[in-house]
């Protein structure tokens, strides 16, 4: 179990523990129309971002910046929370959201486990800390577990890594 911040005090994740080089977890989560969308399928290039909630300002935040981000990249780039899909259906309407999807893992927490982002207490119990990582052909590529929820993630070094083509040689990039 590893630990984060909330506005400075400890809060435990629950789950596994992943690094990069490990086998991506394959889970279905559910879109803003219900759909399913599946995370960490081989053949794709996935950018996921987990959240606790869109309906807070540093989580609209990052959504706004990271589809800004997206436009034309080859990553498919998902925003993860336990957010309703109706929820985030709102959202992505009153914010102009159309380069980024959005998954609810509220049905099972399935993602929250298998990815080690689970919040064990404080607060935002059953909620998903922020992080970020990038699945390249089924693997973890790239991952940072935001040490303080309330703060954005490294944007720049992500940017680095996928422009620095994602640790692979297919040239994608996040912008």
Known sequence: MSSVTFKGNAVKLEGNTLNVGD???????????????????????????????LDTPVCATEAREFNKNAAGAAAEVIVVSQDLPF???????????????????????ELAQKYGVLIADSALKGLLARAVFVIKDGKIAYKE????????????????????????????AVK
Not at 32 to 45: A, N, P, W
Not at 87 to 100: K, V, Y
């Open 23 to 53: 086998d991506a977890p394959v889970v279905t989560l559910k879109a803003q129309d219900l759909s399913d969308i599946v995370v960490g399928e081989k053949g794709k290039t996935q950018v996921i971002l987990t959240v606790p909630s």
């Open 87 to 109: 929820a985030m259906g709102r959202f992505c309407t009153t914010e102009g959201i159309e380069n980024l999807r959005v998954a609810s893992d509220f049905v099972s927490k």
């Open 145 to 172: 577990i935001v040490k303080e929820i309330t703060e954005m993630p490294n944007v720049q070094a992500l940017k680095e890594f996928m422009s620095s083509s994602c640790g692979c040689s297919c040239g994608c």
